[in-house]
């Protein structure tokens, strides 16, 4: 059984950093694409970031220069560094891993992040 396990979010001050993680167990990892997603109150989810096994990244123009995807293969995780937060960037955050040769996708479960002003 596929299983992702956000962590990390909290209540942070705008200009504050916060650190989130996905666990995958369940599945192999290292060849699939890891990406976060979040969900603002009362919005549609949208991309935040992505990282294919390669290592090659795209962000989404609101956060680029202050976040930053990273994954570690080994531990199965897939982080989010997120820098200067600000208070719109308050949302649930999901992690989404995509296999990569037929598309199948699985979600975590999301972590809040709230950031006041």
């Known amino acids: 059984q596929v299983q992702l396990v956000e962590s990390g979010g909290g209540l942070v001050q705008a200009g504050g950093s916060l650190r989130l993680s996905c666990a995958v167990s369940?599945?192999?990892?290292?060849?699939?694409?890891m990406s976060w997603y979040r969900q603002p109150p009362g919005k549609q989810r949208e991309l935040v970031a992505a990282?294919?096994?390669?290592?090659?990244?795209n962000y989404a123009d609101s956060v680029k220069g202050r976040f930053t995807i990273s994954r570690d293969d080994a531990k199965k995780t897939v982080y989010l560094q997120m820098n200067s937060l600000k208070p719109e960037d308050t949302a649930v955050y999901y992690c989404?891993?995509?296999?990569?040769?037929?598309?199948?996708?699985?979600w975590g479960k999301g972590t809040l992040v709230t950031v006041s002003s």
């Open positions: 369940g599945s192999i990892f290292n060849t699939h694409v």
């Open positions: 990282i294919a096994s390669g290592g090659n990244t």
């Open positions: 989404k891993m995509t296999r990569t040769w037929d598309n199948i996708y699985y």
